[in-house]
């Protein structure tokens, strides 16, 4: 079954909600995470002209372009909060 996933800054009042879908499925949680940890390299690549391929990474990109250094937490389409950092591994 598909639940949507968003990026959302915890930076801003009210809290941002990211336009577009970072993932379609929970089994995307484990990119999103990786994404997130590593942004500041995916952000100075961005930064530097890569381009991301995959759909659902491109949206995650462009969110931490927009909020490089801000707090983040991801959220579902029905209002589920997930940790950054899986806690289940």
Do not use: N
């Not at 996933?5 to 009042?13: A, G, P």
């Not at 995959?54 to 589920?80: M, N, W």
């Amino acid at each position: 079954m598909s639940t949507w996933i968003y990026l959302r800054c915890e930076d801003h009042t009210p809290p941002l909600m990211a336009d577009d879908e970072s993932g379609q499925h929970l089994y995307d949680l484990p990119q999103i995470r990786a994404d997130i940890a590593g942004r500041d390299a995916l952000v100075a690549a961005i930064k530097d002209g890569l381009t991301v391929d995959d759909y659902f990474r491109r949206h995650t990109a462009r969110f931490l372009v927009q909020h490089p250094k801000c707090r983040l937490s991801i959220q579902d389409e029905y209002g589920d909060e997930h940790p950054l950092i899986d806690d289940e591994s």
